[in-house]
């Protein structure tokens, strides 16, 4: 192994050679911690040529979670590690980032490979079976939790993301694709290159269930749980036209047997737009982000730690939708005016426990912005946040309470934040 400098990694970033490189992230700084980037060289069965480098926070469990996250066409592991927020969001929440590095295709650049007969086929070879190998390798090196492992990516990585889902259902608990495009978008080599796609042209229209029987025929007689999935687009995005997100909600509902209607929808950002797919239980099996007037440029600053929070990854319960009522009670009071309010929150445990040392997950009302804080952390500002305890309020008796606020600006919508969850169990509310 060799260890590789946050300098270095930033200048991978910059290392984008072709039209579908990922520009999301620019200027984002890297991790702080004194963890980092490490190359492995012998990970295993490597038919794609890839790099491997992964993240291992200074604190995590012993059997961390998994999560690999792609990058873009002439973009690289180091690149995507500088450029987006998955490193420290590891290091807020304990889990290892594999960050590989695609190797050079014959007049693709730096790009995964998603067309080739060997790449649609489980264990077919190229890319996918790479990728698998970093998996394993992470499993038996670092003691990674094989139950809960994950997989994302921006552009061609968002594309590699779907395929993965789609080969290895029984290694990933669930994705998250940016500006990605369905399973078998591609038919072979000679109709990559965006520019000049049918893929790409918005001309591969299918149906659902044409979509769905691609991802069926990758992994013949698999009948085992799929993972979930979560579909990010810019409604500006030309290279990777918009109209793919809604082939790539065809593909998965038609595989998970839901319909193309959306059981709920949302604005949890300004400018975004959520629709749910969730079964007769009401778990979240597809969840697409509509994101207004956005160009090729995902994710951006904030999304990230929504691909963390539908993956379970910050709490500890793991999966993609929230864990069952804990042991906790929330009481929220709001005071409001112009473009500015407060929230103070009470947090009880209603457990015959104590509680030593607590974060509380919400998600605040789209448009609000935290501005300051009191009696506990606020980290990010906006969308779905996460307050922890200061030095002198990490105890909870049974039956005591904590409480914390903050002040924020807001556009118009006041309203209380929702989907409390303390230490990873969803909390009552009133």
């Known amino acids: 192994m060799r260890r590789i400098s946050k300098a270095l990694a930033a200048v991978g970033t910059a290392a984008a050679v072709t039209a579908l490189s990922v520009i999301a992230g620019a200027g984002l700084a890297a991790p702080a911690s004194a963890a980092s980037l490490t190359q ?13 480098y992964v993240y291992v926070p200074d604190s995590h469990p012993a059997n961390p979670a998994i999560l690999v996250a792609l990058h873009g066409c002439g973009g690289s592991g180091p690149g995507f590690y500088s450029g987006s927020e998955f490193a420290s969001l590891a ?6 980032v594999i960050y590989p590095s695609a190797e050079q295709q014959a007049g693709f650049g730096k790009c995964w490979d998603t067309w080739s007969d060997a790449a649609k086929v489980r264990g077919g070879g190229s890319d996918p079976v790479s990728l698998v190998s970093m998996v394993t390798y992470v499993e038996q090196t670092y003691h990674g939790d094989a ?23 029984d290694v990933f608990k669930a994705g998250a694709a940016y500006m990605g495009v369905p399973f078998d978008c591609f038919a072979n080599a000679a109709d990559y ?18 979509w769905g029987d691609e991802v069926r025929a990758a992994y013949p007689g698999y009948t085992g749980p799929r993972p979930p999935i979560q579909l990010w687009h810019g409604t500006a995005d030309t290279l990777v036209p918009y109209q793919l997100l809604q082939e790539d909600i065809k593909q998965w509902t038609n595989v998970f047997g839901l319909s ?11 400018g975004w737009s959520r629709s749910r797919f969730a079964d007769s239980s009401g778990k979240v099996d597809v969840e697409a982000y509509s994101i207004q007037g956005a160009g ?31 042991a ?35 998600t605040l009302a789209s448009g609000q912005t ?9 980290t990010p500002s906006s969308g779905r946040v996460t307050a922890t305890n200061l030095s002198y309020d990490a105890a909870i008796a049974p039956g005591a309470s904590v409480s914390f606020g903050f002040q924020a600006n807001q556009t118009g919508n006041a309203t209380a934040p929702t989907d409390f969850a303390l230490n990873g169990a969803a909390c009552t509310t009133g």
Request: with cysteine.
């Open 40 to 52: 492995v060289t012998n990970f295993g069965a490597n038919p794609g040529g890839a790099q491997m």
């Open 91 to 96: 290091n807020q929440y304990g889990f290892i």
């Open 147 to 169: 139950s809960r492992v994950y997989v994302t990516g921006s552009s061609s990585g968002g594309m590699m993301t779907d395929e993965m889902l789609a080969l290895y259902p």
């Open 193 to 210: 290159p965006p520019g000049t796609s049918k893929c790409t042209s918005g001309t591969m229209v299918r149906t659902p269930q044409e």
């Open 260 to 270: 193309q209607t959306p059981t709920s929808t949302d604005t949890p950002q300004s």
């Open 296 to 326: 090729h440029v995902l994710p951006e600053t904030g999304m990230a730690a929504y691909a963390i929070h539908f993956f379970g990854l910050d709490s500890t319960s793991g999966g993609g939708n929230p864990p069952p009522a804990g």
């Open 328 to 362: 906790c009670r929330v009481a929220d009071s709001v005071s409001a005016w112009g473009g500015g309010m407060t929230q103070n929150i009470t947090v009880t445990n209603t457990g015959s426990s104590a509680i030593n040392g607590w974060s509380l997950t919400f």
């Open 370 to 378: 935290v501005t300051n804080t009191w009696n506990a952390a606020i």
